[in-house]
């Protein structure tokens, strides 16, 4: 999902670029109004490890690539600021060493994958949990609809940024079916994991998911 350099016109990344400023702005005052500095340690450690398995690509014709995102999964764990903070510090890293993704793409990228997915994983478990019973059941189906639903949603705007990119040789009529088609199918598996991890994490370390409790304001 990470689009590089050069797949993107100056408008896109203008506007995706202001979408980033504009959102990572407000998060951090969020942040700073919150009881959120004991949870700075997991920040860090959750990113690190989302940076590992982020590192397994698959190339896509008439796309970008495919790997797993763990948006949702941040999201739930430290809820959609924090987990925006820890998706932001993987994507910067990536870009500015690994060189996956790219500097003027960076806007896009944030908000593939430390926005869209963050959001939408925090929000479906929260509703799972908040509206029903919170059993190991409704945390489980949550926790895979959040990881499922967060990388297919983000996968189809990544593929109408690209698609609509003037700089870029495919249209959105390829782009758009290739980039949601595929990552709807790798959500399913993203979102199992996820529900895995969670579940684990539920039995194991309860203070590691701060969803459902008052770390924000």
Request: charged share 5%; proline share 5%; glycine share 12%.
């Amino acid at each position: 999902m990470h689009i590089p350099d050069g797949f993107l016109d100056i408008p896109t990344a203008v506007v995706t670029y202001a979408i980033f400023l504009l959102y990572g702005y407000y998060a951090i005052r969020k942040i700073r109004n919150s009881q959120f500095t004991e949870y700075v340690p997991f920040v860090s450690v959750l990113a690190a490890g989302i940076f590992a398995v982020q590192m397994l690509n698959w190339p896509l014709p008439g796309g970008t690539s495919l790997h797993f995102v763990g948006g949702g999964l941040a999201g739930i764990m430290l809820g959609p600021w924090l987990g925006f903070m820890a998706m932001f510090l993987v994507l910067l890293v990536q870009a500015l060493v690994f060189h996956d993704g790219g500097i003027t793409t960076l806007g896009a990228n944030v908000i593939n994958m430390a926005i869209v997915p963050v959001l939408l994983g925090y929000f479906i478990y929260w509703i799972c949990i908040s509206k029903f019973k919170a059993t190991n059941s409704k945390r489980s189906i949550g926790a895979f609809l959040g990881g499922w639903i967060g990388i297919a949603i983000a996968g189809a705007i990544a593929g109408l940024q690209i698609g609509y990119s003037h700089s870029f040789p495919y249209g959105v009529s390829i782009t758009l079916p290739i980039m949601a088609g595929w990552h709807a199918i790798l959500g399913i598996i993203e979102g199992v994991i996820t529900s895995f991890v969670i579940l684990y994490l539920v039995h194991k370390a309860p203070h590691l998911i701060l969803t459902g409790r008052r770390v924000t304001k």
